[in-house]
């Protein structure tokens, strides 16, 4: 799928199947939206491992941060990618050499020849998509206008 349009069943099949996601790019400051994304994962049960060479060996919300995911100890399902569109060429390259099996690239992040790599390479990818916000909505967690406050419902299924 190396557009930018996915279906729900796509996208909740990536969500299911992972397990441990490796966050590049992921930030120590609380107010960055890679630390917000991490932290709401983490409470969805997902092992999100930081991957950050400027801050390599401290922790961020307990978890050791890593300086590429060359050097993470243990498989990862999924590598959220908090960085540029250019940059992402590399980090997918990367992702195949560690058996990853999905590539999530985060809003903004669009790179047609990385993605198109990756799939070759038989990883799952999305660009230009949010998997907090994907997982939220896929679940029925944010109901209209993003919250979930029960006196608007839709009544769909939910697929996580």
Same mark, same amino acid.
């Given at each position: ?19 441990? =996601? ?8 609380? =107010? ?29 919300? +307990? ?17 959220? =990618? ?24 985060? =809003? ?37 206008? +993003? ?14």
């Amino acid at each position: 799928m190396s557009e930018t349009s996915y279906t729900s069943d796509y996208l909740a099949g990536i969500l299911k199947s992972a397990k441990t =996601i490796a966050m590049v790019g992921a930030s120590p400051k609380s =107010i960055r939206p890679s630390y917000i994304v991490m932290k709401y994962l983490q409470k969805k049960g997902y092992r999100v491992i930081p991957v950050n060479p400027g801050v390599a060996g401290q922790e961020i919300l +307990g978890e050791k941060v890593y300086a590429s995911l060359s050097d993470i100890p243990e498989k990862v399902d999924m590598v959220d =990618i908090f960085r540029s569109s250019e940059a992402a060429g590399p980090i997918v390259d990367e992702a195949i050499a560690i058996g990853a099996s999905s590539v999530w690239m985060q =809003i903004g992040v669009i790179n047609p020849e990385a993605a198109a790599k990756a799939e070759a390479a038989g990883l799952k990818t999305v660009m230009d998509r949010c998997p907090k916000i994907e997982y939220s909505r896929l679940s029925g967690e944010a109901g209209w206008m +993003g919250i979930n406050s029960n006196l608007v419902s839709t009544r769909r299924q939910h697929l996580l």
